[in-house]
């Protein structure tokens, strides 16, 4: 199995493409790059995403879809070599915002799905509706907020010996999220963002955070330095509550 995330990820930037050059009311990036991993997965692997935001009159939609995968061959006690899969997380988002007429508010409705072999849970869909604003915005700084109620379907991870009574049962609880995405223009041609976002639950909170700068190589490249911590407070015996993600990616706007 040869990345597959990157076959679904090409088909994605193709049909992209022909958004954007058909209708001007689209803005598409797509990412690809190396990556170095600590905690639940500890690889050198490689990464791909792409992100659509479609602009209409009284909607603003958002769609993302990225993925990891990775094989290592390993050797085995008798000698033999074989291809192991050690890394494999693909995730999905759909987010629609209606403009209000205060200016720069709106209400969202959002829906998330992530499959996670090796992490603190199996997979997770959530989805959520609220209100977002923003709070700081200036010719080089902008710092928008949402909050709202949500809903969270997780499956717990698979336990190879037997230790996690929970071991691949489904649970669903309501959650509060909130999150805070903070950009700063620091040139003409360099961006620091610093994205965080709580989904608070009664038997886990996940706060996830990115921080990264993004460099201008020309007009429609950049490069992309970015540091990813995701932390769970309740995990299975034997995982990580932590995992990191630092990653050195190219990203294409078309």
Known sequence: MKLPVFTVLAAACLSANAFADN?????????????????????????????????????????????????DEIEGDNGEKRTQRTNEKY???????????????????????????????????VVSLGYGTRFINTPDMVLNAEIGPGYKYFEHQESDDGSDPKAGEFEGEMIALGKLDFSWKLSDNAKFTQLVAVEYGDSNTKTKSETALLTKINGSLQMKVAYNITNNSDVAEGKENTDTETSLTLVYSF
């Open 91 to 125: 995730a999905a988002s759909v987010q629609g915002n209606y403009k209000l007429n205060e200016k720069h508010s709106h209400l969202y409705l959002y829906g998330s799905y992530v499959s996670d072999y090796f992490g603190a849970f199996r997979s997770e869909s």
């Open 23 to 71: 209708d001007k009311t689209w803005e598409v990036t797509s990412e690809v790059g190396a990556i170095i991993t600590s905690g639940n997965t500890e690889t050198t692997t490689l990464k791909g995403g792409i992100k659509a935001k479609h602009s209409l009159e009284s909607w603003e939609n958002e769609y993302k879809l990225d993925g990891i995968y990775k094989e």
